[in-house]
């Protein structure tokens, strides 16, 4: 029997738009953003950032001297954000009955501060609520100190939230972090990233 459904943020919760996102760091300077920007765990120093290693600000002076000029913070906002393509109101709605019907929901994402600014902040839904509102614990990658699908992110979580692995659903769009939680035992569930995936999850809930 399922209690907790862990839950991916970007390609989940979100839709998210990688092209975007690679063409507005490359507006940027960043000639091989497609290369550095991987859909689902980043490299260099943007693999850096959302692995904590480096904070915002040490991003952004590292991002100024790989394209010759200073960035400013509100550059590389914008351009992070180019991942955000839309927040579906299906998505938070079956978010809000999961928690009703007494499933613990857990939010847990490789991200960053710069798309953390956004998410986490009341505007978020539209409607006055930040990200965190819709979930009962959040687990972010640059504050951990580790990304999925390294197995350490979901230890951390299972220990913990003291959860049974087996009565856990993990929901996540990339089949490497998908096959990292199955070999922990907990049951999983992988929709393509934008997909309305609020009915397929019942499924996986029996």
């Known amino acids: 029997m399922i209690k907790n459904i862990i839950f991916d943020f970007g390609g989940v919760i979100i839709t998210l738009s990688h092209s975007e996102g690679v063409r507005r760091f490359k507006a940027l300077g960043v000639e ?11 490299g260099g120093i943007f693999g850096q950032l959302e692995k904590g290693e480096i904070d915002a600000e040490q991003f952004r002076l590292l991002l100024s001297q790989m394209v010759h000029r200073e960035v400013s913070a509100d550059e590389c906002f914008h351009a992070w954000l180019g991942y955000r393509e839309d927040v579906p109101q299906r998505n938070l709605d079956i978010l809000r009955q999961l928690r009703k019907e007494g499933y613990r929901l857990i939010l ?22 930040a990200v965190q509102d819709y979930f009962d614990a959040t687990y972010l990658s640059y504050q951990l100190g580790v ?19 087996q ?6 769009d990339g089949p490497r972090n998908v096959a990292a939680a199955a070999k922990l035992g907990l049951k999983t569930f992988c929709p393509e990233n934008g997909s309305d995936w609020t009915q397929a999850i019942r499924d996986h809930l029996g």
Do not use: C
């Open 167 to 172: 009565e856990t659903l993990f929901v996540d």
């Open 108 to 129: 847990l994402s490789n991200t960053n501060p710069y798309m953390m600014r956004w998410a986490a902040n009341p505007g978020f839904d539209g409607h006055g609520h």
């Open 32 to 42: 091989d953003a497609d290369k550095q920007l991987d859909p689902y765990t980043q």
């Open 147 to 165: 990304m999925k699908p390294d197995i350490r992110f979901f230890d951390h979580v299972i220990a913990h939230e003291n959860i049974i692995p």
